[in-house]
C-alpha cells in the first residue's frame, strides 16, 4: 500500500479498524473528536458496532461489557474524559480482559484547554485508576509510529489480557504527515475460551472484580504481579538517535521527542555531543536500558510538555550520581527545538565549567 | 534543506487547504511533509492558521517560531506573523484585506491583491490560490505544473468543475510575484 497523508486521528481510527476492532464506544472530545468522527462513519459500513454514550463512564462500561463478551473493542478520549473513565479502568484491570484505549492528551488540570499536552503521564503510567495494576501504555511520535503501535495495541491486549494505552498529545492527533495504512485484517472467528458468550454445554466462565476474601484477592495480586513482570520483560520499546558518542542525553517522547529531535540535529552542527533517548512504552519503563547509558553519561534533561511527571522515572533510571535537568511546557504549549538548544548549550557550558575546575 | 510555511487568515479562505495542497505537492515530490493546524482558542476568533514543513530530510519539529515563508490573507495573521518571517524569507501580503505595509527590509515582500484576482476569475474564495502562485514565483519550491498536476490529483472529484478557474488564480498570482502580471 503507497503512503497517503494522513491526520493523526484519523490515521488511528481507521488503523485501528484494520486491526480488526469489533467494536467502539466513546464520547466526544476535543482534540480527539475526529478518531471518534472516523469511526463513526466507518464501523457501521463494516457491520461492527460503534455506539456514542451519553458520557464517558457509560463508555467505559461498555468497553468492559463488550471485552468481557470476548469482543476486540476500544475507546478514545482526551484527558479530561480519560480521567471519568478510572473507574471502568481498574475494574477492567480486575477483570483480566483485554480493551484498547486511546488517549490524545491536552492541556490541564481540570477542564484544562483543548492544546497539546503530556499532562496525562502519571495518571496512564502508574496505575489508571485505583489498586495495584499498570496498563501497557504506548507513545507514537510520528503518524506513522501511531499507526503501527495502533494494530499491536490489540495484539498486546489480546495477549496478556490486559489494558493497553496509546497516548499522544493533540499535536499528532491534529496534524497530517504521510503514511501508510496497513492491510485490513480478518476479524477472529471464535470467541476467546473464557469470554463470557453464554453457557451453553461449557463449563461456567465468570468474569469478574469482586474477590471479597482477603487471600482469595492478595493471591489474585500476586498473579496480576506475575504478569506484569513478564509484560515489563517482554514488551520494552525505545528508540535512541547519537547516544553512541553522547556526553549529554535528552530524553523525551511524543511531540516533544520530535522537538528534541530538531534540537539534537541543530547542536550536533555544533559539534556538541548530545543524544536522544526516547521510550516508545512509557511502561514498562526503560529503566534498565537508560540506567545502562548512565554508566557513560553522567548528564540527562527530561523534556517534556507538563510540569514534570517523566523525569521521576528518569531519575530512578540513571540513579543518584548522574544530574537531571528538566525543561518543560505545561498547559498546552510544544516547546520549541530554540529552548532546547539553549538549555542543552547552556548544561554543556556548565558541565566543561565543572571539568576545568576539577 | 528545509522549508517552513504559515498560512494564516479568516476561517473560510482556505488557508488549511492551501497550506494542504503544498503538503501534498511536498509529498508529490518525494520530499518530507508534515501539516500542523492551530486548533486551539484562536480559531475561536475567525482567524485559521497552519504550519506546513517540507525538507529533504525526517521532519521532528513540526512547529516554529520563526518560519521561512508566511502568508497572511488578513490583517490579523500580517500584525502576527510579519515580524516573525526569518530573515531572507518571503512574505506573501493580500493587499486586498490588509492595508498596511511591511517596512522591513530582510525579507522579499510579495504585495498580492488576492482577493480581487480571485474575484476577477469568479470567486473570492480562490484567493488562497493567488497567494500560493506568488510563493511559488519567489520560491520555487516545486514548478507551477507541478502544483497544478497535485491539486488535479488530489482535488476530490465532485469539486473537478472548479480546476480550470483555480488553474488561472494560481497562473496569475505567480506572474503578480514574478512581476509580469497585466490585470485581468
Known amino acids: ?358 | 534543506m528545509e522549508t517552513s510555511i504559515i498560512i494564516a487568515g479568516f476561517g473560510g479562505q482556505g488557508v488549511l487547504f492551501a497550506g494542504q495542497l503544498l503538503t501534498y505537492a511536498g509529498m508529490d515530490q518525494g520530499q518530507h511533509v508534515t501539516w500542523i493546524p492551530s486548533y486551539g482558542p484562536e480559531m475561536r476568533g475567525g482567524t485559521a492558521n497552519c504550519t506546513v514543513i517540507i525538507s529533504d530530510e525526517e521532519i521532528g519539529a513540526p512547529t516554529v517560531a520563526r518560519p521561512d515563508v508566511a502568508i497572511v490573507l488578513n490583517l490579523p495573521s500580517f500584525e502576527k506573523y510579519e515580524p516573525l518571517v526569518k530573515p531572507g524569507g518571503v512574505l506573501i501580503v493580500n493587499t486586498s484585506l490588509v492595508s498596511e505595509q511591511s517596512e522591513r527590509t530582510d525579507i522579499t515582500i510579495v504585495e498580492v491583491p488576492a482577493n480581487q484576482i480571485a474575484k476577477d476569475f469568479g470567486s473570492a474564495k480562490m484567493a488562497n490560490m493567488a497567494a500560493l502562485g506568488a510563493l511559488l514565483a519567489k520560491r520555487p519550491l516545486f514548478s507551477l505544473d507541478d502544483l497544478l498536476q497535485t491539486l488535479h490529483d488530489h482535488l476530490p472529484k465532485r469539486k473537478h468543475h472548479l480546476l480550470e478557474a483555480n488553474k488561472l488564480v494560481l497562473q496569475h498570482g505567480y506572474e503578480v510575484g514574478m512581476g509580469t502580471a497585466v490585470p485581468a
Not at chain 1, 84 to 110: C, K
Not at chain 1, 207 to 225: E, K, M, Y
Open chain 1, 1 to 358: 500500500m503507497a503512503k497517503e497523508l494522513l491526520k493523526g486521528n484519523v490515521a488511528i481510527a481507521e488503523a485501528a479498524i484494520r486491526a480488526g476492532c469489533q467494536a467502539y464506544f466513546g464520547y466526544p472530545i476535543t482534540p480527539q473528536t475526529e478518531l471518534l468522527e472516523h469511526m463513526s462513519k466507518r464501523m457501521p459500513e463494516l457491520g461492527r458496532t460503534f455506539l456514542q454514550a451519553e458520557s464517558e463512564v457509560a463508555a467505559v462500561n461498555m468497553v468492559y461489557g463488550a471485552a468481557s463478551a470476548g469482543v476486540r473493542v476500544m475507546t478514545s478520549s482526551s484527558s479530561p474524559g480519560i480521567s471519568l473513565m478510572q473507574e471502568g479502568l481498574s475494574y477492567i484491570a480486575g477483570s483480566e480482559v483485554p480493551a484498547v484505549f486511546v488517549d490524545v492528551m491536552r492541556g490541564g488540570p481540570g477542564l484544562g484547554n483543548i492544546q497539546p499536552s503530556q499532562s496525562d503521564y502519571n495518571q496512564v503510567t502508574k496505575t489508571a485508576g485505583h489498586g495495584d495494576y499498570r496498563p501497557i501504555v504506548l507513545a507514537p511520535s510520528t503518524i506513522q509510529e501511531a499507526i503501527d503501535l495502533m494494530v499491536l495495541s490489540f495484539d498486546l491486549a489480546e495477549k496478556y489480557r490486559t489494558i493497553v494505552f496509546m497516548v499522544l498529545d493533540g499535536a499528532i492527533g491534529q496534524m497530517m504527515e504521510p503514511a501508510e495504512l496497513p492491510p485490513m485484517r480478518e476479524l477472529p472467528t471464535e470467541r476467546p475460551s473464557w469470554a463470557l458468550t453464554g453457557k451453553g454445554n461449557r463449563d461456567k466462565n465468570i468474569v469478574t472484580s469482586i474477590r471479597l476474601g482477603a487471600q482469595p484477592l492478595a493471591d489474585f495480586n500476586d498473579i496480576l504481579q506475575e504478569k506484569l513482570a513478564v509484560i515489563e520483560k517482554n514488551e520494552l520499546r525505545y528508540d535512541e538517535l547519537y547516544t553512541d558518542d553522547a556526553e549529554l542525553v535528552i530524553v523525551a517522547y511524543g511531540t516533544a521527542a520530535r522537538v528534541a529531535h530538531t534540537a539534537v540535529k541543530h547542536l550536533r552542527e555544533e559539534n556538541i555531543p548530545v543524544g536522544l533517548f526516547r521510550p516508545i512504552t512509557l511502561w514498562p519503563f526503560p529503566y534498565q536500558q537508560l540506567g545502562e547509558l548512565a554508566d557513560r553519561v553522567s548528564t540527562f534533561l527530561s523534556v517534556e510538555m507538563n510540569a514534570g511527571q517523566m523525569i521521576h522515572d528518569v531519575r530512578e533510571s540513571v540513579g543518584r550520581q548522574a544530574e537531571i535537568e528538566f525543561l518543560g511546557r505545561p498547559g498546552g504549549i510544544i516547546p520549541l527545538p530554540e529552548e532546547i538548544e539553549e538549555k542543552v548549550r547552556d548544561m554543556w557550558r556548565q558541565k566543561n565549567l565543572a571539568a576545568q575546575i576539577n
